[in-house]
């Protein structure tokens, strides 16, 4: 099962990930600072494993194309001030973010079969 023991790999996985999209120019220079910020938060070392999936989910799709939609600034923005406000977000909190956002809900569906251990 999913456990907080999980937000270590998470977060390094996070950070990795965003590096090589970052090294392939496929963050959008407009929108560097807010990347940079959500990576740190779900990086830390602090914080839910929870909150780490969802930056997880949340960064790496909306660059996979190279291309960030204004909806998906949106998405970003509401992400990083979410998780700046409650670092601890647990499972409902992370469920009810991608409830209001059904575009990302197979985004997220496509992590959980990357982290097994993490399906809600």
């Not at 190279?66 to 409650?86: I, M, P, S, W």
Request: hydrophobic share 35%; with cysteine.
């Amino acid at each position: 099962t999913f456990s907080e023991e999980m937000a270590p790999e998470l977060a390094a996985e996070l950070r990795s990930q965003y590096d090589g999209l970052k090294d392939e120019g496929k963050v959008p220079e407009e929108h560097v600072a807010l990347f940079d910020e959500l990576v740190a938060i779900g990086g830390a070392e602090e914080g839910s494993a929870w909150g780490k999936m969802l930056c997880l989910t949340v960064v790496v799709s909306s660059l996979e194309d190279g291309k960030v939609t204004e909806a998906e600034v949106g998405v970003l923005e509401d992400a990083r001030d979410l998780l700046q406000e409650n670092p601890d977000i647990g499972l409902f909190g992370m469920r009810r973010f991608f409830e209001h956002r059904p575009e990302m809900q197979a985004e997220m569906q496509r992590y959980q079969t990357r982290y097994p251990r993490g399906g809600y």
